[in-house]
């Protein structure tokens, strides 16, 4: 297979999204990465979407996740679970340059062990993606309050999932209904936010009314997304 014994030549990025990698193929991938200064210090961002990605297979990546200079993350669309999320973080954390996480759909559940890693990120993050998972009620709280520092933040997704369940549409919102408030004034501190994802959601028009109310002073705020809110305009 090409990414053993040959090595990655590259500039600056890897790209390999679908391309159904197993473990092995996993493990010799981040060897590959790791094996030169030049990939060390050259590769910045990594795209692995759409790979059925597990917590084994984060494990088997972390020395690659830890060793390169990355700026860009995306996991999109893999099983990396609460516990793989949290040993990305945990690889991550010391890159102080690191701007793009992209997780969305990844059957992640934001508990309140895994709060304390996200805060590293709060000082370079500018995309963030967590669509179609979900954030704990225990620790919803919590999230707002490091989400409060994310202040160079220009992009947030936070939607739930929308699903056809026997011709009905099933709604699994991302935030829990009981800190809508608290996620709406954490928002209010972001202002640098150009683009806000809260599809699929619960915050219902009471707390519409609160997030513009917020939002109002965001003047480079160009995409409000809050389809399926239960909002009456």
Same mark, same amino acid.
């Given at each position: 297979?090409?990414?053993?014994?040959?090595?990655?030549?590259?500039?600056?990025?890897?790209?390999?999204?679908?391309? @159904?990698?197993? &473990?092995?193929? !996993?493990?010799?991938?981040?060897?590959?990465? /790791?094996?030169?200064?030049?990939?060390?210090?050259?590769?910045?961002?990594?795209?692995?979407?759409?790979?059925?990605?597990?917590?084994?297979?984060?494990?088997?990546?972390?020395?690659?996740? @830890?060793?390169?200079?990355?700026?860009?993350? #995306? !996991?999109? #669309?893999?099983?990396?679970?609460?516990?793989?999320?949290?040993?990305?973080?945990?690889?991550?954390?010391?890159?102080?340059?690191?701007?793009?996480?992209?997780?969305?759909?990844?059957?992640?559940?934001?508990?309140?062990?895994?709060? @304390?890693?996200?805060?590293?990120?709060?000082?370079?993050?500018?995309?963030?993606?967590?669509?179609? #998972?979900?954030?704990?009620?225990?620790?919803? &709280?919590?999230?707002?309050? /490091?989400? @409060?520092?994310?202040? /160079? !933040?220009?992009?947030?997704?936070?939607?739930?999932? &929308?699903?056809?369940?026997?011709?009905?549409?099933?709604?699994?919102?991302?935030?829990?209904?009981?800190?809508?408030?608290?996620?709406?004034?954490?928002?209010?501190?972001?202002?640098?936010?150009?683009?806000?994802?809260?599809?699929?959601?619960?915050?219902?028009?009471?707390?519409?009314?609160?997030?513009?109310?917020?939002?109002?002073?965001?003047?480079? !705020?160009?995409?409000?997304?809050?389809?399926?809110?239960?909002?009456? /305009?």
């Amino acid at each position: 297979y090409v990414l053993r014994g040959h090595g990655i030549r590259v500039n600056m990025t890897i790209n390999l999204p679908h391309c @159904k990698l197993d &473990k092995e193929n !996993l493990v010799a991938l981040a060897e590959s990465l /790791v094996s030169s200064d030049q990939n060390r210090k050259h590769v910045t961002s990594i795209d692995l979407e759409g790979n059925n990605i597990d917590v084994d297979g984060i494990a088997a990546l972390s020395s690659a996740f @830890k060793s390169l200079q990355l700026r860009s993350v #995306n !996991l999109t #669309n893999n099983r990396i679970g609460t516990e793989g999320f949290t040993q990305l973080l945990i690889a991550l954390q010391h890159h102080k340059g690191l701007e793009i996480i992209k997780v969305d759909n990844n059957g992640i559940t934001v508990e309140p062990s895994v709060i @304390k890693y996200l805060q590293p990120f709060s000082v370079s993050c500018q995309e963030l993606y967590l669509n179609g #998972n979900s954030i704990d009620e225990g620790a919803g &709280k919590a999230f707002a309050e /490091v989400l @409060k520092t994310f202040t /160079v !933040l220009t992009t947030l997704e936070l939607s739930g999932r &929308k699903e056809d369940e026997n011709g009905r549409l099933k709604i699994t919102p991302n935030i829990p209904s009981n800190v809508v408030g608290d996620m709406v004034a954490a928002l209010g501190s972001l202002t640098a936010l150009t683009s806000l994802n809260l599809n699929c959601n619960r915050i219902g028009t009471e707390g519409f009314t609160k997030l513009l109310i917020a939002l109002q002073h965001h003047k480079g !705020l160009e995409i409000i997304k809050v389809d399926n809110n239960g909002i009456t /305009v």
